[in-house]
Every structure is written in C-alpha cells, then in structure tokens.
C-alpha cells in the first residue's frame, strides 16, 4: 500500500496529527499485563507488594474495572482504518550516501522501517542506522521549542526575524556569513543552497564533515580528473582484495557492498559452487577481515612496500606503464613472497579483480592500489570501478575548510549557521577556538547537543522522517523522501524549510512564491527532470526515480600517478594510534540511540563504550589486560583515556580507537559513554598516529555480551574450503551416528517410542546459510524494533542480561595472533522436542500445530526453568521492568502487534508470529489455504543485507527453505541433543585452500 | 505400679477439663473448617470471569441509542463502524459520521450538543469503552466477520439496546468454548450486521456470499475462484470451522 | 508408651558377668524427674542467653523478610543471575533446607518402625527440625518466581482461562510433593506432642499457658484408648512418612535430573540426592541437639551414646555421597560425551574450583575422623564436624546448580555468577526465622517426647528381673 502525495501532504497538517493521538487512544496500545504497567512508578512498586491480592480482586465479582475511553477522531483521515498498517516510501540518508526506505505506519505513528525493495541500493534490505533512526525520531531528548541563549520557548518568526536581523548587520558591515552544512546526497538540497548563494552575495556554504578522508578523491583528481571516491561494484569483482578497506563494515555503502558480497558467496551446490574470493590486508581487525578467505595481518608501514611489490610482480604478467614500476621501485619491497602469490592471483582475475584501500590510508597507498587497478583494467565503463559510480558530494571538503579558517582568522566571518552539524564536538581545537570569537552563532539541529549549547539561536529542525527531500544514490537513483508524520518539535518543519522561511524574511520578494521545501522539491524536478504530477505521484508509490548521469570522460595521467607513489615515512618503532568511526554510532551523529549504543560491535562484541584495540603480543609486551585504563598521548599533547581491549588479529604495534563517544550534550543517552577521540585526529584526518601509552593502573568495567571466543572443540560451526565442498567425495561435515530412520530434511531422526507428531497445513522453518552472513547486526537492530525489545543499559549488560532475541555469536578459530572469525546468528531453534516446554509448570511455553515454540507472557510466572534448560540459551528474561522508564512520545514507538513484555516474564524470538498471522489473514482473504513462499518475512530476514536469513514453509516442498534444507550444507546446531530444531545452518565455506581450513578446524 | 499412678494422676487432672471447654474446642475447630470452605469457595468463583464485566453498562456521554439507529432505522452496523470487515479492530465512528446524517437530520436537536460542539471545535468525543480484552489478547474483528459470525455472538443483541452492555464475560474460557463447537454459540451473520462474507483476490471482490447457515459451509473456509495452491496429502491442521486454540493466535 | 507384659527372658551372660545395655538415660531418674525437667523448662524464667539468641535471629529473620520484600517490590534483578545462570541460591537455599529436612522424618518415621529407642531423646526435636527446615525450604520456590502473585498458577484449579498445569514439568511435582510433606511432617510432630502438651496442661499453673495447652491437647486424659488410638496412628502416620524421607528429596533431585544440561542430567541424582538430604539432615539435628543439650543441660537424656549414633549415620551417608561425587565424574568420563565431560572437568578446575574442593572436604573427608570410637563420643569435635557438614552439602547443592549453568553447550553464551547482598541477606533470614521458630519451640513444647522417654527409663519396661529389683528397691 504505498500512498500517494495527497494523503501524505494532509498527514503533515497538524490538526491530523492531534488526531491521530486521539486515535492512538482508541487503538491497540501495547502495554503488558494490568495494572502493573499502567501505574506510575511508586504505585506500581507498591502494587507489585499487593498485587497477589490484586490478581483476586481484578477478577472476582463487584470490583469494576477502571473506566477506559473510546477516543476517535474528529475526521477519519484518508486511508486510516485503526489497526491496519500503511506503508510509505521514504529515503535514508547516511551522511553522503543513501537507499529507499518502506515505513510502517500504525494510527499515523511510523513504527517500523524496512528497506525499499524497489530500490536498487536496499532491495529490501536495511542498516542498523536506517532501524535506529526510527528511535531517533521519537527520541524525548530532541529539542521542542526554539531556544534564544537561556530563554526558551521563542516563536519561531521572532527568532527569524532576529536572526535575519543580525545577517543583515554582517552583511552591511561587510562580513560574511557562513552555512556549514553535513555531507549530504539531495540533489534538492543542493539546488536550494545554491538559489540561497546565488540571492546572498554575503552567504558562503561550507562542507564541515565531522572527519576527512579525502586521499582517494585526491588521488582520483590528480589522476582521473574526478575529484571524489569511486565507488566499486562488487556484484562485478571475483577477487577482492582490501588493504585495510572496509567496505562490509563502516564504508558507507556497507549495506550496497554486502549485498553484492553475498550475493557471490551464497552457494547453492556443489555442482554450481562458485564463490568470489575476498583477501584482506589489515593491521586491525574489521568486519571486512572477519569475513576474508585470505587474511595477511601486516603493520601499516608495510602497505605501500606490499603494494609496490605486487604491482611489481604484476608486470611480469601484465604491462604495467615503466614510468610506474619506475616510482614503485623507490618504495622498499616488503612481504615479496605473499605480494607474488597475490599478483599472480590478480592476474588471472584480470579485469574482475580490484584492489580497495581504506579511505584513512595515505595517498601513496591509494595511488599504489588505483596503479594495480588500472593494470589489471577493472577501472572503466561497466568495470568493478565505474567512473559513473561517484559518491555524490564526496570531492576534496579540505580547500574551502581551509578558506573557511582564513576567514575566521581574517575575523571577516560575522555569523556561522549550523546546520545539522556538531563542530563542538567533531573540530579541534583551533577551529573551536576560532569559531568561538564568533559573535552570532545559531545552530539549527535535532538536538541541543555541544555545538547548540554555544549558539545563540538554537533552532530545533524536523527529523528526516517528519520533513520533504529526497535523494541520490551512488548508482543514480533518485528517491524522495516524504514526511511519515507531523514534526514533533511544535510543527517547526525541516532544516531545508527553515531556511527557506529565513530567505523569506531576508528577502522576501524574491522566495514569497516558494511556499515550503515540498513545493521547492517539486519545482525542482519538475525543472531539473521533468517529474509531472503524474509521475511525481508514481515516484512517491514506488519510492524510486531514475536518471542519467553522464559518466565524466576517463583519462589517465599516469605521471601525476607516478609522482603520487612514494614511500610515506611511517615510524615502525612507534606505537601507531589509528582512529575509525565506531560500527555503532559512526561519527557519533547516532550517539543518543540506545539501540545502537546497545548493539554488540560485530568483533569485540562491546556495548556502551569505545576502547583502546590492541594485539594479544602489543598487550603482552605492554604487561596490560583487557580492561586497564591506559592514557594514550600523541606529541602535540592530544590525550586521551581509555580501557584496554586485547583484540587478536591486530598486528602488533597498532592502537586502535572509535569515533562516536565521549558526546557530553545532546541527551540522556550519551552521557558519560565511552571518551571523545576527535581531538587525535589531524586536522580531521583519520590515519595513523604516534601515540605514547601510559598505563593508569585502574580497571574499568566492560560490557560485552560475548565473554568466550573459541568453540572448544564442538561442531557448533561447521567449516569446509570451497575446493574440499566441490571434490566429489565432499567435504567431511560433522554428523552425530545414532539408530534412526530418515525425515524430511534427509538427516536421520533417532528412533523414539512415541510416534513424532505429524505437522499438517504450513511448518515454519528457517535457513541461515553461514558463509553469506557478514554479522553486520542489522536483524539484531531489526529484531529489537518489530518486537518492542528494550535497551537495558551498560550495568545490566555488564550482568549479562541484554534482551537481544537474536544475537550474532562470534568465534574466533585458529591461533591468538591470526585468527579467522565466524559468525553465526543464534536466535530460538523453535526445537520440535523443545527442552523448554516440558519443564513449564504452567503451560506457558508450548508447541503450535505449525511448529512454532510459543511463548505466551501473560501465563509466564517466571521460574526460568526454560532458560535453564533451554541447550541455545536464547531465552532472555525480564529481570527488571525495562520497559517503566519510557519518557514520552517513546511509548509511540511500540509495535502493536507485540506484546510489551513487564518484569517477570520470559521471552524470545517468536520467528515473528505476528508477521505469520498477518500473512494468514491475507491469504484467506485471497481465498487460498496456504501461504505463498516469501509471503512471510521476520523482520531480521527482512533487514539482512546478505540474504543469508531464509524463511518459510517447509511442508511446501518448492518452498526455498526445503530445497535448502535438504542442501549438503545443511546441518543443526547440536543436533546430538535430538532437540530437533526448526532452524537450518548452512555450513560456512571459505574460497581457500584446504589445508588452511583443515588446519583451522583441527585447532 | 508407678505408671497407673500416672494414669490416676491424669484421670484426677482430666476433671477441670471441663465439658465446656470441650464444647468450646469442637465450636473453634468447626467455625475454623467453615471459614476455611468459605475463603476456598470466594477464591474459587472469585477466579471466575464468569461472573466478571458481564452487564457493565456505562451512561454514554452522548445519549445514543443503537436502539433507536439499528433496530427501528435499520442502519447497518458496519455504516459507521466501517472497516471492521478488514481490520482488527472494530473502528469508533468519528464525529464526521455522525454529522454526515445529523447536520441534515435533528440538526438542531439539544441532545446532540455535544457533537455538534466536537465537529465544530474539532475537539473529539470522549465514548466509555464497553468492551475491553486485556492488551496481551490479540483479537481480530475481522477474522471472525468474515468467517460469517453475526456481531450478536459476541455483544448480543446491540440492536434491542438503548445503552449498550457488555452480555459476554470475554474471558479465555469462553473464548475457547467457542473455537471448540462454534455450532452450539455462534449467530450466523444477519441482514442488520450488514457484514461483508465475501472474498478479496487482487484486491477486487470476489463473490458475495449471503449469510450462511452455521453447518454449510463451515467457518473460515469458502468456496471460491482464486486457486489455492494445496499441498496434496497435507490438509490444514484447523478443523473446519473451529477457531484455533493454539496461544500464539492471540497471544504474542 | 504403656508396658507390654512379657516373657523375661534370661540375659546373656559373660563369664558369669551379666552383660548390661547402655542404659538410654543416665542418672536413674523417676517418671516425676523427667516431667519436672522437660515440662519445667516450660514454666522456667528462660536466661539472658536465650533472650539474646532470640534477639539475634528475630532480627535476622527480619531483615530477610525486608529483603524478600525488596526482591517481590523490584524484581529478580536485585539478584545477581543472568543470562544462562537463571537459578542460584535461590534454588540451592531450597534444596539445602528441603534436605535438612529429612533428618527428622527419618528419625521419627523409620526409627520408630525399626523400634530404635534411641530416638526418643532426639525425635521431638528433629520433627520441629523437619517442619521449620521446610517452611524456610518452602519460601525459595515462591519468591523465587518473577511474578510471585500468580504463584497460584501452579495449582491444578478450575478457572476461567481453562488453563491445567503442565504435569510433564518437575517443578509441578514439587509443588506437590513440598506440600504433602509439610502437611505430614506437622501432622506427624502434633500426633507426638499430644500427651506431652497434656502433661503440660496439668503442669503449668498460669492461666493462659494452661488454657492453650488444654485446647492443644485435645482432651488428652492418658487413658487406655487413648493411648491405642494414640499407637495405632502414630504408627500409620510413621509409615506414611517413610516413603516420603525417599520421594520427596527423589523428586527434588528431579528437577535437575530431568533437564538437558550436562551435570545435572543424570540418573544417579535421586539416591544421590536422598542420601546427601539424611546427610545434611543429621548434620543439622547435631548441631541443634548439642547446643540444646548445653543450654538446657540436658546431658542425662542426650546422651553420648546417642552422639555416637548419629555419628555413626553421618559416617555412612557421608560416604554415600562420597561415593556418588566419584561414581558421576565415572560416568562423566566414560560415557564419552564431550559436554558432560566438559561440564565435570570445569566443576572440578573450571572458576568454581574453590567451592568444588571445599565440597568434597567437608563432606567427604571430615566425616572419616567417626571411624574413631573416641571421637564420635566427643561433643567439641561433633560440634564442628557437623557445622562444616552443613557448610558442605549447601556447597553440594551450589557447585550441582551454578557450574552446570554457567557453562553449558554454547561457548559464547557462558557467563559467571556471583550473589548480590540481598540473596546474601534472604538466605541469612531464612536461617533467622528457622532458629526463631526453634527456639520458640525449645522453650514452649516439651523438647523431648517425656512420654517416650518414660517409657524407656528403666523399670518402665520389662526388664531382667536384678534391674527391676534395683530399680525397686529404689
């Protein structure tokens, strides 16, 4: 059901949103069992005491129940039947980068966000960002009013007009003004800053991202004659090869190159096993090394020898220009033999091999990586590296940053307009120092964060959710993002309309006829592509436009590439700092997201903190823990404090540190998580440091969810090279020996004395094929969205009582200092002979005639016995009420086809139960008996990038998840319990050599 | 010889055990069984919904009378709870329903101030909810109209009264004496319901099925066009016609 | 106990000497000393002592009856369980007094039905043991719960949700099997205190003791009938408890046998079990029958030889257990099955180590020094060797419960436990309500069957005809 503009537009009248509150009411609100949750909290307390006694009264005769109200609307609004959803498409916007959204609504709330299918970028699939901005939106600690220094609660027009006021005084007085904007990918957007420079001579807009890694766009400039990042397609790359690239992890298209990652690694059988492969060069350990076939664990002074030896190498196979070979002969070889397996590897690759360099490294580096690229030719016209694929915006930001700073320092800046970004926070200190002289600062952002606090006006602007934009993608197309509802900030609307209303009041005569932002959008693609209303209409069903980007002329100057090699002058000796964007928060944008600070980093598996990674050999030689307190110090007196995380498979050497934490305004959430590491960088730059460690002799407490790494020797996951999966004996997969007879799935069923039970109609199964899943963690963020699953905080986590229903367990297999990783996502097996069910005293976990576990909370009296007994330990139990300390609109948030879980209660994955049934109800609607296959989708399936989640019925025998049941792959996580569960492995494969693997698996 | 003194001493002692106190232990000992019976048999009955919620009749803000509108006007009950037929819940009429006659009909009549005060201040009525299941119970309205169950299975019949009251206990136990013999409970659907039995494929109706005796065909299953891809040999675990009784149909 | 004429047979005799048994109460006194004094210490002005003691526990007792409060107010997370460890002291607590327990029924059951006489100086105190042991044992499963007020639930009654208890679940016959147990063991205890609380009644001269002690003793008059009323019940309530000294603590076991976790999935559990509860039980009816006979100076009727008795069954059960520690690591090891093995190897070696060996000393090694005449018959040592048995089955229940959860299949959800003050402080409580209510009993019910014990001073039963004489001349 995508809705069309008309109902949209009328969704973001304010009267609707009152009514849709009003409705709210009426509706099926989420709320555990009466009358626990629904007291305030010290009656509660004292009802709990009592409640024994409650739970008589509330049933026995004469005691009348409280009186509830029926509150409807004035008017319906269009298209709103109480308990029916409606789905709109939106856009997300990650920084630069973007993908097509569904969004969920209930009552007018949005309450749940997939990703487009139709996009080409999300084809369904989602982040844990675009999840979480979900959160974001109905965050309490978003600022309401606008605020004028101290004084809060100032109309908007008054503030305008003050502001528009002190712009004119600069103006007249010769200053200029400055806009420093996010890196952003609307073309709208853009478009409307540009009117606003071109109306206002005074007015300069700046990029001010909260780091830099520009070296690729550097690179490319010089050399191409683009000046920004190309970004690869990996759906067309055999061999990938990363040198510290992470483009599985914190790239920004994560979500684009997992999908096109996986979708080479899904391997059906073995008659069509075909696989890309994957070699990882890295100093630290990242989501994309976890996931490598081949992992070289190198220093980082060590890259450009590598590189310059490969490419080297290479030309004995391939022309390589001489006046390359000539630059890469200055660069000291190092790592020959590895660099000459791997040439000759790229070689009969060819075209389909391309070499990724981590935005963070030097030019060299780059420059090295882009020389291999173009000798093996995978840069060009529908090439791995497709001139066409550029990130939108994603040229050198340095330049006019610079200018900026002269400027400031000139003091010919009057006034500074922040617009959605938090220097404050992000700049150093000479930035900050000199942003500070400035006398009219006004900040226009979600929150009242570090920067806003230092402004003058702080304008609180819509959340993408609630205002009009759209987007770019990478691949060129376009999506619109419309408003799921009303602002919540008192109807102040977008960032973008804000300005438009302050153009408004600077010069009226000109923008009186641009109504808002929606209107500007459309004007401008009606201009710019020539979108009538009739299509305009089809955009907003669909969620996606395309369009043609004429791909710039490429030209090679080999020779600016020849001056880019040279040896860039790393100290070996020296303890390396690199500082990245954490897995959770990025750049610390997502900081007051307790779903995302709750989500376990796919390696360390840590929550609610940033640490200092080292190598099990740095931390040995250092004498320190995991958890001592280290103070890190780079020359320029740049500290920070920070615990120790001993990560193996860093090499030896190298700290590494997250962006993100440490945010000191902006929320409750934030505070007081983890340290700021933005004063190490360089001038924003990531990229290696010298730091001087110095350790504190304190501990601090870390909350990981995952406090054992290796799998002691049992066949929990299960491991095969591809070569060994493909030879016609097969691989040797661990298979427990016990008297049976055959079942569906062709595994054998022990013999038993009762007859098993015969599942008619639909049995729900599901796959999760190991070698596809990266372990991202968006079905976690995913999973706690559909089902109202609380954030339980660092001090619970500390105790080990996070509620994730889904988790990613992550192992580490082969020696201390090179492990390989696996990941496996363990969630409830929905057992046929469920451990849990028959040690229940009161029924309150039982077995549904489709095969599903059910866990009804309203029965559960909690005496844990399933947890005990349960052999997955996925059962997660309400140890506190979680769920009490929800500050308005959060409890908007709730799902409310889920039960919120009080304290007490046990809980866990129900496979989406209330999906299943929703499914039912349409096909009966439709007049059939059965579920189609992919009618149900459980949210983590639904977010999985990889495609390695599959769900389904099993009694359908084309379903997709019984043809894969039956794959050679396939086995059980502890089948010898005879638990027999309803959850599918599909045995991990990695493209290497067998011994490697076989040697892994005998450690 | 020492033991029967004992004995004897005891005889001697047992005289002040005097036959009141004895009356006085029996009395204690009986009331104390009594007590016992009758706070078993309160917790017992106490446990009951049976007893529950059944004849809650709140006093309506406005003076609305199903009596009057259903019985004697005729108007079908999915007029203004409209979409009760798609959606789990059976939608309040807004105000705009009820201007949709009354700004024509009885416009000026003094007992509908109140709603012409809520259309034209946009301020919405505040209706006293009869019905109410516990919110862990997910109940679908419309899974049930379209199975053909007449509304009056449920809330009785709403046509005959002035203030509406709730005639069912809701409780668990009923709901599942229902799903077990549906033939003996349920009100096959009515002209008055104006309930919808027909099909949906691809969005457009199907065919419309008058309301239907309670044997033929049974519940939840219909005649109909759209092909249904059947696995042969495995039928659909449900009775015909009976509700489910698993816990993940209504409680998740 | 009303003397049975019988036939005297002749004693055995030693090189002329006659042999003697060891008389079961020492220092010959009458039928009147012994009411005088066991009913005397009803009406005894009690010391300073006993008013500290009572001071102590009764503050002991409610600071855990705060706590458990607090626990019911907030919810299981004011406890330190997590993710796989879900059961804790709680559970341990639970099964540690439903051990205790045992003793008393034992000794009041079996004992009788063997016609050990021996008992009679310890029965009525190792009854009252036996009910308080199994409140304290019955609070754990019911605060335990996450939502305690719906603890009802886990009764079979008709209701509205047409909702039955799943019967296949252990904890269900726990319910069961805890509560016939209780109801028994009291209705066991009052049968035997029926003619003692009448000689009380006839004792006491304050009103309202005495008309208490009348209601109680329902009439008692000591006649004939009633007296083989009194025989005949006590004698079917004797053997309907017997059974349950093996079921109850068997179904216990249960609880852990029937799961799938390896360490407590395991068939030896119920001897295994039961034997440990007679273990513990006797540890702790030591424990409170010596500090009774010092307070009390009971030392004419508690004698040494009853000591030696019980250390004797402290002895044999302790090697049962014994016995059982070595027989799973056994199977743990030959059954081949890698998580079992785990699971033993980390009980022994793993982070629980330290309660493991601890385990294994106080109820393996300390009961070894009763192969000594000598020291079964020495109070100090007693004293101490059932106190650190105490120590040692509660470690027993804690190492079955907490190392089998804290590990079990999957590596990466392993965890480690360790309690919170306000366990800490429920588990004290219990331990303060169960010496209040002791002591209670100590001081207002006869705390040795007089009854009993007359019927075995000698002269009240038929004896060799020097002793009767002796006794007579008397």
């Known amino acids: ?1003 | 010889m020492r033991l029967r003194n004992e004995l004897l001493v005891y005889r001697r002692e047992a005289l002040m055990f005097t036959p009141r106190i004895d009356r006085r232990i029996k009395q204690v000992t009986l009331w104390g069984l009594a007590s016992l019976v009758t706070a078993a048999l309160v917790t017992y009955f106490g446990m009951h919904n049976r007893v529950t919620d059944v004849g809650y009749r709140p006093q309506q803000p406005v003076p609305f009378s199903h009596k009057l509108h259903v019985g004697e006007l005729g108007i079908k009950c999915i007029y203004c709870h409209a979409g009760v037929e798609r959606s789990a819940h059976s939608p309040v009429p807004t105000v705009s329903t009820c201007m949709g006659c009354h700004l024509v009909v009885k416009a000026e009549s003094p007992r509908l101030a109140l709603v012409r005060q809520a259309w034209e201040n946009g301020t919405p009525l505040e209706w006293r909810r009869v019905h109410k299941l516990p919110d862990y119970v997910h109940f679908n309205h419309a899974r049930h109209i379209r199975a053909g169950i007449d509304c009056a299975s449920c809330h009785g019949p709403v046509e005959r009264m002035g203030v509406v009251s709730q005639v069912a206990p809701l409780s668990m136990g009923w709901c599942l004496d229902c799903h077990r013999n549906p033939e003996r409970h349920i009100i096959p659907a009515r002209e008055i319901s104006g309930i919808f039995t027909g099909l949906r494929a691809n969005g457009q109706t199907v065919q419309l099925a008058q309301s239907t005796p309670v044997t033929n065909p049974p519940y939840g299953m219909w005649s109909t066009p759209v092909d249904a891809p059947e696995i042969p040999g495995v039928p659909m675990p449900k009775l015909p016609g009976r509700g489910p009784e698993n816990c993940s149909s209504c409680h998740y | 106990m009303q003397p049975t004429p019988a036939t005297v047979a002749t004693p055995p005799h030693v090189n002329g000497q006659e042999l003697q048994r060891e008389p079961l109460v020492l220092g010959n006194p009458t039928l009147h000393d012994v009411t005088e004094k066991i009913a005397g210490i009803a009406v005894s002005r009690p010391s300073w002592k006993y008013w500290l003691t009572l001071g102590i526990t009764g503050t002991a007792a409610a600071w855990g009856l705060f706590c458990i409060g607090y626990t019911i107010a907030t919810g299981i997370g004011v406890w330190g369980l997590n993710n796989p460890v879900a059961w804790g002291w709680d559970i341990t607590n639970f099964v540690w007094w439903i051990g205790i327990g045992h003793a008393g029924t034992l000794i009041s059951a079996i004992l009788h039905l063997f016609r050990q006489r021996w008992r009679t100086a310890i029965n009525r105190s190792a009854e009252a043991m036996t009910i308080f042991a199994v409140i304290c044992a019955g609070l754990f499963p019911l605060i335990h719960l996450g939502r305690p007020w719906f603890a009802y639930w886990l009764f079979p009654y008709p209701n509205q949700m047409q909702m039955w208890i799943n019967f296949r679940s252990p904890l269900v016959w726990d319910v069961f099997a805890v509560s016939t147990y209780l109801t028994v063991s009291i209705l066991f205890w009052y049968l035997g205190l029926i003619p003692d609380l009448a000689t009380l009644r006839n004792y006491v001269k304050r009103r309202i003791p005495k008309a208490l002690y009348t209601f109680f003793s329902l009439g008692w008059v000591g006649s004939a009938r009633h007296w083989q009323h009194y025989e005949i019940a006590y004698l079917i309530l004797a053997a309907i408890s017997t059974p349950l000294v093996l079921s109850v603590h068997s179904v216990v076991s249960f609880d852990f046998a029937v799961s799938i976790l390896p360490g407590w999935h395991t068939t030896i559990f119920p001897p295994y079990f039961v034997a440990g509860a007679i273990f513990s039980g006797f540890a702790m009816v030591l424990t409170l029958v010596l500090i009774m006979r010092w307070v009390l100076n009971l030392e004419n009727y508690i004698t040494l030889k009853h000591i030696d008795n019980m250390n004797r069954i402290l002895l044999a059960t302790g090697m049962m257990v014994g016995y059982a520690y070595a027989m799973e690591f056994f199977i743990a090891m030959y059954s081949g099955n890698e998580y079992e093995r785990y699971a033993f190897l980390n009980r022994a070696f793993g982070p629980y180590g330290w309660a493991y060996w601890a385990m294994v000393f106080c109820n393996v090694a300390v009961p070894q020094l009763f192969w000594s005449p000598r020291l079964r018959r020495n109070v100090v040592v007693t004293f101490i060797a059932s106190i650190l048995v105490n120590v040692g089955m509660w470690l027993e229940r804690f190492v079955i419960i907490t190392t089998s959860l804290h590990r079990d299949f999957l590596p990466s959800s392993w965890d480690y436990y360790a309690p919170t003050w306000v366990e800490v402080s429920i588990y004290i409580g219990t331990l303060g309500i169960f010496f209040t209510l002791f002591l209670l009993f100590a001081k207002y019910v006869p705390v040795i069957a007089i009854a009993e014990t007359k019927a075995i001073l000698p002269g009240a039963q038929p004896e060799h005809h020097v002793v009767a004489e002796a006794a007579a001349s008397r």
């Open chain 1, 1 to 1003: 059901m995508h809705m069309c503009d008309e109902g949209e537009r009328s969704m973001g009248k304010h009267k609707l949103w009152q009514s849709i509150e009003e409705v709210h009411g009426e509706a099926h609100e989420p709320v555990a069992p009466e009358p626990l949750l629904e007291q305030p909290f010290s009656r509660r307390r004292f009802m709990a005491l009592l409640s024994a006694s409650m739970a008589l009264a509330a049933g026995s005769a004469g005691c009348r129940r409280p009186d509830h109200k029926l509150v409807p609307a004035v008017a319906a609004p269009e298209y709103q039947i109480p308990g029916l959803p409606l789905f709109y498409t939106t856009a997300f916007q990650h920084k630069n980068a973007a993908f097509g959204l569904l969004v969920k609504c209930r009552e007018g709330r949005p309450i749940k966000i997939e990703g487009n299918d139709l996009h080409p970028i999300s084809a369904g699939a989602s982040t844990a960002y675009a999840q979480a901005s979900l959160l974001t939106l109905y965050d309490p600690d978003r600022i309401r009013r606008v605020r004028m220094g101290n004084t809060l609660r100032v109309p908007l027009e008054t503030a305008l007009a003050q502001l528009a006021e002190a712009l004119k005084e600069e103006a007249a007085a010769g200053r200029l003004c400055y806009l420093c904007i996010e890196e952003h990918c609307s073309p709208s957007y853009e478009a409307l800053l540009k009117a606003l420079q071109a109306d206002f001579p005074w007015l300069r807009v700046v990029f001010m991202p909260s780091f830099l890694a520009e070296h690729a766009a550097a690179v490319n400039a010089q050399v191409l004659g683009i000046d920004g990042e190309l970004v690869p397609n990996l759906e067309r790359a055999d061999l990938i090869v990363t040198v510290e690239a992470d483009p599985l992890g914190i790239d920004r298209y994560a979500l684009w190159h997992t999908r096109n990652f996986a979708a080479r690694r899904r391997v059906r059988n073995r008659q069509e096993a075909r696989m890309n492969r994957l070699v990882a060069v890295e100093a630290i350990m990242s989501l994309t090394g976890t996931n490598a076939d081949t992992r070289l664990r190198m220093h980082p002074a060590a890259f450009e020898g590598f590189l310059a030896a490969t490419l080297r190498e290479l030309a004995r196979y391939r022309s390589v220009p001489p006046v390359l070979l000539g630059a890469a002969a200055q660069v000291p070889a190092a790592y020959a033999e590895e660099a000459a397996r791997l040439a000759e590897e790229l070689h009969q690759a060819g075209e389909r091999a391309a070499v990724l360099v981590g935005a963070h490294l030097g030019e060299p580096i780059h420059a090295l990586a882009l020389a291999i690229n173009l000798a093996l030719g995978s840069v060009g016209q529908g090439k791995v590296f497709d001139p066409a694929y550029v990130l939108p915006n994603s040229h050198r930001k340095q330049p006019e940053l610079e200018r900026f700073r002269e400027e400031l320092r000139a003091g010919r800046v009057g006034a500074v307009l922040f617009a959605n970004v938090n220097p404050e926070y992000t700049a150093d200190t000479e930035l900050r120092q000199l942003l500070a002289r400035v006398g009219r600062k006004a900040a226009l952002s979600l929150y009242h964060d570090e920067t806003a606090q230092s402004c003058w006006i702080h304008i609180p602007v819509a959340h993408p959710l609630e205002s009009w934009g759209d987007a770019l993608a990478v691949d060129g197309t376009l999506s619109v993002q419309q408003p799921l509802l009303a602002p919540l900030n008192e109807g102040i609307g977008s960032l973008q309309d804000v300005l438009i209303q302050l153009a408004k009041v600077l010069a009226p005569e000109r923008w009186s006829e641009v109504e808002n932002y929606y209107d500007f959008v459309r004007r401008h693609w009606r201009t710019a592509y020539g979108v009538d209303d009739q299509q305009w209409e089809r955009v907003l069903r669909e969620g996606i436009y395309r369009i043609q980007r004429p791909a710039p002329p490429l030209r090679v100057e080999l020779n600016a590439l020849a001056r880019a090699i040279r040896p860039s002058g790393l100290d070996r000796s020296r303890l390396l700092l690199l500082v990245l964007p954490s897995y959770a928060l990025y750049d610390g944008t997502y900081a007051n997201c307790g779903w995302l600070q709750e989500l376990p980093d796919p390696i360390t598996k840590l929550t609610w903190d940033n640490v200092a990674a080292m190598s099990p050999g740095t931390a040995h030689r250092l004498g320190l823990k995991s958890g001592d307190l280290v103070r890190l110090q780079q020359e320029d007196g740049a500290i920070i404090e920070l615990p120790v995380w001993v990560q193996p498979g860093m090499a030896d050497g190298v700290v590494l540190t997250n962006l993100g934490y440490g945010r000191t305004a902006g929320g409750e959430v934030l505070r007081n998580v983890g340290q700021n590491a933005y004063p190490l960088l360089r001038s924003g730059h990531l990229g290696y440091t010298a730091v001087q460690l110095t350790s504190l002799g304190r501990r601090y407490p870390l909350a990981t969810t995952q406090r054992y790494h290796r799998l002691q020797g049992r066949p929990i996951v299960q491991l095969a090279s591809l070569e060994e999966y493909t030879r016609p004996e097969g691989p040797q997969f661990h298979t427990p020996e016990f008297p049976g007879y055959p079942g569906a799935d062709g595994r054998r069923i022990p013999l038993t004395i009762v007859p098993p039970y015969e599942y008619k109609g639909h049995r729900w199964w599901m796959v999760i094929d190991l070698s596809a899943c990266t372990g991202c963690g968006a079905c976690v963020v995913a999973c706690q969205a559909e089902n109202n699953i609380p954030v339980v905080g660092k001090e619970q986590v500390l105790r080990g009582r996070e509620m994730h229903w889904i988790r990613i367990d992550r192992y580490y297999v082969g020696p201390v200092e090179n492990p390989r990783v696996v990941h496996q996502p363990m969630l409830c097996q929905h057992c046929e002979n469920a451990p849990c069910e028959n040690v229940c005293p009161v029924a309150a976990t039982t077995h549904s005639p489709e095969g599903l576990n059910e866990m009804t909370y309203n029965r559960c009296v909690g005496t844990r016995y399933c947890l005990n007994n349960c052999p997955y330990k996925v059962r997660r139990f309400n140890f506190l009420n979680y769920h009490t300390d929800q500050r308005p609109p959060l409890e908007m948030l709730f799902n409310p086809d889920v039960t919120v879980r009080m304290r007490g209660v046990m809980e866990k994955c129900t496979f989406c139960v209330q999906r299943i049934n929703e499914a039912k109800y349409h096909a009966k609607d439709e007049g059939r008996t059965r579920v189609r296959d992919g009618e149900v989708l459980t949210a983590c399936q639904q977010a999985c990038p990889a495609g390695a989640i599959l769900f389904g019925d099993a009694n359908d025998p084309d379903s997709r998840v019984s043809q894969l049941r039956r794959s050679d792959r396939a086995y059980y996580v502890l089948e010898e319990l005879n638990v027999r569960p309803s959850v599918t492995y599909l045995a991990k494969l990695w493209n290497a050599p067998v011994e490697q693997v076989h040697q892994l698996r005998e450690s």
